[in-house]
Nanobody, 122 residues
Framework: QVQVVESGGGLVQAGGSLRLSCAAS????????AGWYRQAPGKLRELVAA???????NYADSVKGRFTISRDNAKNTVYLQMNSLKPEDTAVYYC????????????????WGQGTQVTVSS
């Protein structure tokens, strides 16, 4: 079972930037897709970005053009660069490795890490 540790969250003003990191254990990291989910208070957890083993990326419409997901297979780490942050980006962000794909949608059935809190003030 892959274990993940997220870091890099914090408090930032609207328009600011943060870079999240996710360190994953296990030798399967490089051959699997990975992603970042977020969950705001009172809302369902949603996938915001995904990256395949080959480096192809997908983003939720709400973050397109502002967020960039990347990975370093040598370090078993996936990143989420978040620019032009908005108050509505406030949430706990979770890393998902490995990320599955079926019938046009990504899914995750592994264990969740503790997440990292991102708070954007207006």
């Amino acid at each position: 079972q892959v274990q993940v540790v997220e870091s890099g969250g914090g408090l930032v003003q609207a328009g600011g930037s943060l870079r999240l990191s996710c360190a994953a254990s296990g030798s399967i990291f490089s051959i699997n897709a990975a992603g970042w989910y977020r969950q705001a208070p009172g809302k369902l957890r949603e996938l915001v970005a995904a990256i395949t083993s080959g480096g192809s990326t997908n983003y939720a419409d709400s973050v397109k053009g502002r967020f960039t997901i990347s990975r370093d297979n040598a370090k078993n780490t996936v990143y989420l660069q978040m620019n032009s942050l908005k108050p509505e980006d406030t949430a706990v962000y979770y890393c998902a490795v490995p990320l599955g794909y079926y019938s046009g949608s990504y899914y995750y059935i592994g264990n969740w890490g503790q997440g990292t809190q991102v708070t954007v003030s207006s």
